[in-house]
């Protein structure tokens, strides 16, 4: 077994074990909060905005359910408070900012960005082009 296992060519990368306790991909908690994050996103809320409303949903402000009922007390919240207010649960809340960045992360390192490919030297005018057309 010895000599089979110095004849087959070992990885030049080495393995990396993954915990089965969540810390790689995130915690339900981070997905939650992210999840929460990206219904504000979709709602067309910008990302201050929508990690300041996260994290005072976190907190156990409700919004609503439905689109409609999320975007009204949405409003009238940030009427209230203010859009550009940091409150003490606002986007420099540290939980919500790093669950957020930590699935973020997570998912960039899984999903692979998708640029057309561009040979060595030709960049640049790939991209003078691509520039021109938009």
Not at 25 to 44: S, V
Not at 59 to 77: D, K, L, P, Q
């Amino acid at each position: 077994m010895a000599e089979i296992d110095e004849q087959i060519p070992k990885s030049l990368f080495k393995a990396i074990t993954l915990k089965n306790d969540g810390r790689w991909l995130g915690t339900e908690t981070d997905w939650d909060i992210f999840n929460l994050y990206e219904r504000w996103k979709n709602l067309r809320y910008t990302d201050a905005t929508s990690q300041q409303l996260t994290a005072h949903e976190v907190a156990g402000h409700n919004f609503g359910t439905s689109e409609e009922e999320r975007r009204e007390h949405a409003s009238s919240f940030l009427k209230k408070t203010g859009s550009q207010t940091l409150t003490g649960k606002s986007k420099r809340n540290p939980e919500t900012r790093d669950a957020i960045k930590i699935i973020q992360d997570s998912i960039a390192s899984v999903f692979p960005k998708f640029e057309p490919y561009c040979p060595p030297g030709k960049r640049n005018k790939a991209t003078l082009n691509s520039k021109r057309s938009d």
